[in-house]
């Protein structure tokens, strides 16, 4: 079998008293784009600071391609794109000057694709980058690092600050490479709509730990919103398994909840719901749900 692109084992970042990443045992394996989604804060930026090399762990292990993260060497770094949502390019060059150094600099440079990419946006070669308009940048960016034929490329918020345009160009050129390349994408956002359109695996932290990783559509399968009349009193959903949310709204008790078969309509109907129904949700509401449940478990929900 591959190697996995990226494993971690019982991995620990500490500031102070602060766990960025609290044993975390994660492996993703190689080809399609995994999402990599959490709260602010969760650990996703100090989870690639860790693996680049730029940080070192407490405790625990990293590896990226296969090496040890804190020994990572020229030829490993050279097979990982990485694009944050900066988009730090040198402002004083030119498009064209920044594309050619980077020609010279890798190997594996594949013109084509650089001109693919930057075509979906509308750049001028000879335009100087601190020039270009902030999604601009982005595509210049994605293009260099996606003509770099990167076995792994890494994406921490890429699309932050982008118009729905940018974005849509954004996510085509990186599921045409991810296609088309065999690469295998990380990508880190808080927009589950893009996640949604192009993840496989979706992995989900909090706190520095990892709390779900499977294919998107599979998490939201189990996430699903019920509604139920309760025209005298509102239950206390504390009495509820898997309840992710509340909210009562005139008559009616709003309910996200996780793992529950078709035995949660008898249970709801036990504590005196006249109707019920269930639908499913999002993959927004159903991350957002699902990370909610951390904050509000020890406080009573809403009834
Ligand atoms: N240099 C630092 N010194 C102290 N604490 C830090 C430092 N860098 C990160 N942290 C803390 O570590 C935790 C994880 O931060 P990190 O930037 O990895 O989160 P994130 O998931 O990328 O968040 P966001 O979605 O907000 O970008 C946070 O609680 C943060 O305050």
Request: aromatic share 6%; hydrophobic share 40%.
């Amino acid at each position: 079998m591959d190697t996995p692109v990226i494993h971690t084992e019982d991995l620990c970042l500490q500031y102070k008293r602060k766990m960025a990443l609290d044993h975390l045992t994660l492996t993703i394996e190689r080809g399609g784009i995994h999402a990599i989604v959490g709260a602010n804060g969760a650990g996703k930026s100090s989870l690639f600071r860790v693996l680049l090399g730029f940080e070192t762990p407490s405790a625990g292990s990293a590896r990226l391609l296969g090496c040890a993260s804190g020994g990572l060497t020229p030829d490993v770094r050279g097979r990982v794109g990485f694009v944050n949502e900066e988009h730090t390019l040198p402002g004083w060059m030119r498009v064209d000057e920044l594309a050619a150094m980077q020609r010279r600099q890798y190997a594996r440079w594949d013109d084509g694709r650089y001109r693919d990419v930057v075509h979906n946006f509308n750049v001028h070669a000879d335009q100087k980058i601190a020039q270009l308009s902030r999604g601009e940048r982005a595509g210049v960016n994605l293009a260099l690092a996606l003509a770099q034929g990167p076995e792994l490329l890494i994406l921490d918020e890429p699309t932050l600050g982008l118009d729905v345009v940018a974005k849509r160009a954004f996510l085509e050129a990186l599921m045409q490479t991810s296609y088309d390349s065999g690469a295998t994408i990380i990508y880190c956002s808080h927009q589950m709509e893009e996640i949604e359109r192009v993840a496989d695996n979706l992995v989900i932290l909090e706190r520095g730990q990892l709390r779900h990783q499977s294919e998107p559509a599979a998490f939201c399968a189990r996430v699903r919103l019920w509604v139920a009349e309760f025209p005298f009193k509102a239950p206390d959903t504390r009495l509820l398994p898997g309840v992710l949310e509340a909210r009562r709204i005139d008559e009616m008790t709003h309910l996200m909840v996780f793992d529950q078969d078709e035995g949660f309509d008898a249970r709801l109907k036990l504590l005196g719901a006249r109707s019920v129904h269930s639908m499913p949700v999002s993959l927004d509401r159903a991350v957002n749900g699902y990370l909610a449940k951390g904050h509000i478990s020890t406080t009573p929900r809403a009834a």
